[in-house]
């Protein structure tokens, strides 16, 4: 079973470039544009990662890491 992962990057060129470098490497990624959209998406899905940007995307970091059952390395 692929690693999935999820981009939260508001940046659509930067997102689809890493999207595609990931998925080069065998894994299966989501991404999503802003911080409500991505909380969303990853309440409704398990991920393994969780690449989230830290400025711009009109939610607290902290919020979204709250909400997810996931680790965080920074």
């Known amino acids: 079973m692929k690693k999935r992962i999820l981009i939260i990057e ?10 595609m ?3 080069d490497l065998s894994y299966d990624v989501d991404t999503s544009p802003d911080g ?3 909380l969303s998406q990853a309440g409704k899905s398990a991920y393994d990662l ?3 940007e830290t400025s ?3 939610q607290s970091d902290t ?3 709250d ?3 996931v680790s965080v390395y920074v």
Do not use: Q, T
């Open 36 to 38: 409500p959209s991505g």
């Open 21 to 23: 470098h990931l998925r």
């Open 67 to 69: 909400h997810c059952d």
């Open 50 to 52: 969780i690449i989230l």
């Open 10 to 19: 508001d940046n659509a060129d930067l997102a689809k470039l890493l999207a």
């Open 63 to 65: 919020e979204i890491v």
């Open 56 to 58: 711009g995307i009109g």
